[in-house]
């Protein structure tokens, strides 16, 4: 899976306020720019609460968890390195942009997780079914086949029951063989069972001539 990285941006606040009254809980800071908000918490003895958090994210404020509960700076130098550097004690308690790319890319490693599943099990379909004796039986052309060609390649058939044909592409013939894919019960490596009926319309649809 490719990875997804964006691009990182300097945002300069037009404003700045301490304690601003906007929601029931003070911020601590609330930096501006234009019209969008970022509050900023500063936790120096307890962390922000699951309460606050959640009202914050109910009212779409995006907002910063500045953690000095254990490391806290001894200076005002040392505390606008924090706020405006790169630390670790800062992290975002609200991001809407962050929390949507986070399941787009869930949703993206849940695909590729199923793309895996998918594959491995027609993995293990194809070595029960080059165990069975479908398999043992399209290895060589049997005496009452009939073979066809098609405008890409070559196949066989076989009636293997009173409405049932069996069709083994041997060479290329891609359409059809993409059309069995889908439609058909697999019984072998490029060996399908249809009806009657799905075999002639396959012959039409993809110009199948016997040989």
Not at 30 to 40: K, T, W
Not at 68 to 78: A, C, K, Q, S, W
Not at 166 to 191: F, H, K, P, Q
Request: proline content about 3%; glycine content about 6%; charged content about 30%.
């Amino acid at each position: 899976m490719q990875e997804t990285k964006s691009a990182a941006a300097i945002v300069r606040p037009d404003s700045v306020g301490l304690e601003n009254i906007l929601v029931k809980h003070r911020p601590d800071i609330v930096l501006g720019v234009g019209e969008r908000r970022l509050l900023v918490e500063i936790a120096v003895r307890n962390k922000v609460s699951s309460e606050k958090r959640a009202q914050l994210t109910a009212r779409g404020y995006a907002a910063v968890e500045i953690d000095l509960t254990r490391d806290r700076p001894e200076t005002v130098g040392d505390l606008a390195a924090i706020l405006f550097g790169d630390d670790s004690r800062k992290q975002w308690l609200v991001n809407g942009k962050l929390d949507l790319e986070r399941e787009r890319l869930e949703q993206e490693c849940e695909t590729a997780f199923q793309e895996q599943v998918r594959e491995y099990a027609e993995r293990e379909e194809a070595k029960r079914a080059g165990r069975s004796p479908v398999a043992q039986l399209v290895r060589t052309v049997p005496a009452d086949a009939t073979r066809f060609k098609t405008p890409d390649g070559s196949l066989w058939i076989r009636f293997v029951a009173s409405n049932e044909v069996l069709i083994v592409v041997e060479d290329g013939a891609r359409g059809i063989l993409g059309e069995l894919r889908i439609i058909a019960t697999m019984r072998a490596d490029n060996a399908f069972q249809v009806s009657k009926s799905t075999w002639i319309r396959l012959q039409r649809t993809y110009g199948a001539t016997p040989i």
